[in-house]
């Protein structure tokens, strides 16, 4: 049981450069979501998904694309990166009915 | 939806309680209290949460006041390993799956 996998860890990325950040998870959680930390400031909501198909916009959305086609899998897409998307990006995952968030241990990106 | 007010930092004597409070005062009668913290960059881990009662588990306990309008987090004894940045948060539920509104967090320092 890995939990929540997010990956890659680390990436850099030119500016205009398109990507995908990858978030699985193996517990059956209906629901997932993407958010961004920045210096200094705590999380923000960027997606979420509350199951397969279906997905809708968080707090700062913009510049970014999600997908759900399965359970498992929650890709987010950057499809032009900006230097202003330079962030730590955390997955999160819930079962549905349960209360607490499992995040993943989040990946590193620089936009340069 | 409901914000909440932490101090930004606190130290703690290592063994000794750390209790940390948060205000909420603006919170709707059907919206839980949840905290979580962050140890160095790594991904959120969900404490506790709670609604109107007292609460504990093997991590912390919470005690939410009468009239719900500040909570207080208590960790009986802390350990180095207990620093980290805490988050109170007053889950706001929207459409099925509701999302978490991270503030700024309170940094708690625990010193030898």
């Known amino acids: 049981n890995a939990g929540v996998t997010q990956t890659p860890k680390f990436q850099v990325l030119k500016t205009g450069q398109s990507m995908t950040l990858q978030c699985a998870q193996d517990?059956?959680?209906?629901?997932m979501s993407w958010y961004r930390q920045d210096p200094g400031m705590g999380l923000r909501l960027i997606h979420y998904?509350?199951?397969?198909?279906?997905?809708d916009q968080g707090e700062v959305p913009n510049g970014y694309n999600v997908s759900r086609s399965t359970t498992e899998d929650f890709p987010l897409r950057l499809l032009s990166a900006a230097p202003s998307q330079t962030s730590v990006y955390f997955c999160?995952?819930?079962?549905?009915?349960?209360?607490?968030?499992?995040f993943g241990s989040g990946t590193r990106l620089t936009v340069v | 939806d409901a914000k909440t007010t932490q101090p930004p930092s606190m130290d703690c004597a290592e063994g000794r309680a750390a209790n940390l409070p948060c205000n909420h005062s603006?919170?709707?009668?059907?919206?839980?209290v949840y905290w979580y913290r962050q140890i160095h960059s790594q991904g959120p881990q969900y404490i506790i949460h709670?609604?109107?009662n007292n609460e504990t588990n093997e991590m912390a306990s919470l005690i939410i006041t009468e009239d719900r309008k500040s909570s207080t987090l208590i960790l009986p004894h802390a350990t180095l390993r207990d620093t980290a940045v805490y988050y109170c948060?007053?889950?706001?539920?929207?459409?099925?799956?509701?999302?978490?509104?991270f503030g700024q967090g309170t940094e708690l320092s625990v010193k030898p």
């Open positions: 603006t919170i709707s009668g059907n919206e839980y």
């Open positions: 517990m059956n959680h209906e629901y």
């Open positions: 999160a995952t819930r079962q549905a009915k349960r209360y607490g968030y499992t």
């Open positions: 709670g609604l109107k």
């Open positions: 998904s509350v199951g397969a198909g279906i997905t």
């Open positions: 948060i007053v889950r706001v539920v929207m459409r099925q799956g509701g999302k978490l509104i």
